[in-house]
Nanobody, 125 residues
C-alpha cells in the first residue's frame, strides 16, 4: 500500500524559507517520478516541481523557478522541496505525488498515480 506523508508546512513571513518533506512507503521509491503540487482555496491544483527517478532531471512551474528546489534521497525514501523567497501567492496546500514509471509530462497533475494528504503553507505579507 503506497503511503505519502508530507510535513514541514507552516506560517511564515514573505521572504522567508521553508523545507517540505514527503516520506514514502509501500513501493520502491526509486521506481517513481515524484512531484510537488499545490492548491489554493478555490483554485485548481497545479504543479510546483517534479523530479526523475534518480534525481538527474528536475522540472519547475514558472511561478517558482529560481526560488524553489526539489530533491530526493532514495536511501531515505524521502522527497524534499526547499522553498526560498516565499511570497503571499505561494500560500496553498502542498501535496506530494508519485508516478510509477516514466512520464513525458512530469508537471501534469493527471500523470501521477498516488497522492499524500497535504501540508499547509501560509505566507503573510
Amino acid at each position: 500500500q503506497v503511503q505519502l506523508v508530507e510535513s514541514g508546512g507552516a506560517s511564515v513571513q514573505a521572504g522567508g524559507s521553508l523545507r517540505l518533506s514527503c516520506a514514502a512507503a509501500g513501493y520502491t521509491f526509486s521506481d517513481a517520478f515524484m512531484g510537488w503540487f499545490r492548491q489554493a482555496p478555490g483554485k485548481v491544483r497545479r504543479a510546483v516541481a517534479s523530479i526523475s527517478f534518480g534525481g538527474g532531471a528536475t522540472y519547475y512551474g514558472d511561478p517558482v523557478k529560481g526560488r524553489f528546489t526539489i530533491s530526493r534521497d532514495n536511501t531515505k525514501n524521502t522527497l524534499y522541496l526547499q522553498m526560498n523567497s516565499l511570497k503571499p501567492e505561494d500560500t496553498a496546500m502542498y501535496y506530494c505525488a508519485a508516478r510509477m514509471g516514466w512520464t513525458s509530462l512530469p508537471l501534469r497533475t493527471s500523470a501521477y498515480n498516488y497522492w499524500g494528504q497535504g501540508t499547509q503553507v501560509t505566507v503573510s505579507s
